[in-house]
T-cell receptor, first 109, second 112 residues
Framework: GENVEQHPSTLSVQEGDSAVIKCTYS??????FPWYKQELGKRPQLIID?????GEKKDQRIAVTLNKTAKHFSLHITETQPEDSAVYFC????????FGAGTTVTVRA | NAGVTQTPKFRVLKTGQSMTLLCAQD?????MYWYRQDPGMGLRLIHY???????AKGEVPDGYNVSRLKKQNFLLGLESAAPSQTSVYFC???????????FGPGTRLTVL
């Protein structure tokens, strides 16, 4: 089955700086790569996703890049704000979704 | 439109007791999932369903059973609870496998 590794496990950034989270996956058949954000005590919510026929996707301050050859994808958050503080999960889907272990992002004011 | 709901929100069980968690969705989604979330381990898939009357095993199915008798409901059962099943359980649903999964609010289960 699919194995997704996510780094770093924790990330502290100054407000206004950028944050980057990286994930690798094992199954070359995976075609769908979503990112979920989970605030403390809340449910995970999709923030952005990318499919294998696209190399990059952007939505305001959030962007995701995908390198299928190297089997890795990354989340980039620019101009970080306090409300970006949360746990972020990457995931990869072959016939079901497999999640990374999560990255706790703290934005320092 | 309530989205995905779960009952109960909290539960404490003694080892060996049984219980059923209920998940309901009103988005007419075919796919439904049960995950458990433990610190430092992300979300792990327990069981999932690709339509009414179907179920399939996920990554960590042992000790759990599921049923999908109605399209809008997905039940997760623990027949004989163990302390290792202490976790937060999330239900989710989606239109297809490669589509946004909408999560419920979670159930915090403690097994003593």
């Amino acid at each position: 089955g699919e194995n997704v590794e996510q780094h770093p496990s924790t990330l502290s950034v100054q407000e206004g700086d950028s944050a980057v989270i990286k994930c690798t996956y094992s199954d070359s058949a995976s075609n769908y790569f979503p990112w979920y954000k989970q605030e403390l005590g809340k449910r995970p919510q999709l923030i952005i996703d990318i499919r294998s026929n696209v190399g990059e996707k952007k939505d305001q301050r959030i962007a995701v890049t995908l390198n299928k050859t190297a089997k890795h994808f990354s989340l980039h958050i620019t101009e970080t704000q306090p409300e970006d503080s949360a746990v972020y999960f990457c995931a990869a889907s072959d016939y079901k979704l497999s999640f990374g272990a999560g990255t706790t992002v703290t934005v320092r004011a | 439109n309530a989205g995905v709901t779960q009952t109960p929100k909290f539960r404490v069980l003694k080892t060996g007791q049984s219980m059923t968690l209920l998940c309901a969705q009103d988005m007419n989604h075919e796919y439904m999932y049960w995950y458990r979330q433990d610190p430092g381990m992300g979300l792990r898939l327990i069981h999932y369903s690709v339509g009414e009357g179907t179920t399939a095993k996920g990554e960590v199915p042992d000790g759990y059973n599921v049923s999908r008798l109605k399209k809008q409901n997905f039940l997760l059962g623990l027949e004989s609870a163990a302390p290792s099943q202490t976790s937060v359980y999330f239900c989710a649903s989606s239109y297809s496998l490669e589509d946004t999964q909408y999560f419920g609010p979670g159930t915090r289960l403690t097994v003593l």
